[in-house]
């Protein structure tokens, strides 16, 4: 009877365990907002607010926007159903509105999930009735929860039909030294795209090592160059603080030490002092290499223009 109830604990703990791996996998797919400018009759602040109705459904459900990964977009347009002016007195306006919503890739104006809801506001005039009316969109509702769910899908739909694409395409960005880029590329691939992300992650590291041994060969010029200029105390620092950057696992690592040594020495000699160039030999030994391939992802993306254009047209 122990066992038994030792069997069915361990199956409850490891299908806790498998579901909250799941929901983590599931937060690293990001939609942006994007209400565009052209809805017809939407007031400028009614637009703010339905942006930031679109934000918190996203957020709601796990897949909050990020400036780094543009791509897809949860978006929506709006229709007037009925518009009338009440009996009341004071007399309000009274809006009856469908909000359609889209997931989809903004970039090539995919649709994904569509969904359609009604709301409907009152209040003292027409731009706090469109307020009021998106108000009453409930981000927690279950038919959202549903429609972020079928985009959700859809998204590691397109990653995995697309992998091929999306590998070759980054191999070809660092034939061109592209290096960031094309690591960027590959790091944007949710973990939840299982297949894809696996493929991906094979693909980076030969990618991140053409990056290190790219960069030894412009530091090692570097560090040259800035000793063979100055040849003292102040410029053996100089070169020490570029080599220090140097990636132990970088081809060029012992024509880097190479010169350290020849530094050390050549100060001694003119300056009797010690030069005591401390290499940081952790650099890529005991690092996590897959926060290592994100790190560059990231840093690319944060320097990227945040203004994409989104191609709305054909996602409606």
């Known amino acids: 009877m122990k066992t038994y109830k030792f069997i069915l604990l361990l199956i409850f703990a490891l299908s806790v365990s498998l579901a909250k791996a799941q929901n983590n996998d599931l937060g690293r797919i990001y939609l942006n907002a994007y209400v565009p400018e052209q809805i017809e009759g939407l007031p400028e602040i009614a637009k703010s607010q339905l942006e930031s109705k679109l934000s918190q459904i996203a957020l709601q459900n796990g897949m909050g926007g990020s400036v780094i990964y543009p791509r897809f977009i949860i978006s929506a347009n709006v229709n007037v159903l009925t518009k009338d002016i009440t009996s009341t007195a004071p007399a309000m306006i009274a809006l009856t509105l469908e909000i359609v919503l889209y997931i989809g890739d903004g970039i090539e104006g995919k649709s994904f999930a569509t969904h359609s809801l009604t709301v409907k506001g009152v209040d003292a005039n027409e731009n706090k009735a469109y307020i009021s009316a998106i108000k009453n969109i409930k981000p927690a509702d279950a038919s959202l929860q549903a429609f972020i769910e079928k985009g959700k899908t859809k998204i590691i739909e397109y990653y995995n039909s697309r992998c091929d694409i999306i590998i070759k395409e980054a191999q070809t960005l660092a034939s061109m030294s592209k290096y960031d880029e094309a690591i960027w590329s590959l790091t944007s691939v949710p973990d939840a795209c299982t297949q ?121």
Not at 203 to 232: F, H, M, R, S
Not at 277 to 301: H, N, P, S, T
């Open 196 to 316: 894809c992300w696996n493929k991906c992650i094979a693909a980076l590291g030969p990618i991140y090592q053409q990056k290190i041994n790219y960069e030894c060969k412009t530091k090692l010029l570097d560090a040259t160059n800035v000793w063979n200029a100055g040849q003292n105390y102040e410029a053996a620092e100089q070169a020490g603080a570029i080599l220090a950057t140097i990636d132990p696992q970088a081809s060029c690592i012992n024509e880097a030490k190479a010169l350290s040594e020849k530094i050390s020495k050549r100060v001694y000699e003119i300056d009797k002092r010690e030069w005591n160039f401390k290499y940081d030999q952790e650099i890529g030994l005991e690092r996590d290499m897959i926060k290592a391939y994100r790190d560059v992802g990231v840093a690319y993306g944060n320097g990227q223009p945040k203004n994409v254009t989104v191609n709305y047209k054909t996602l409606w």
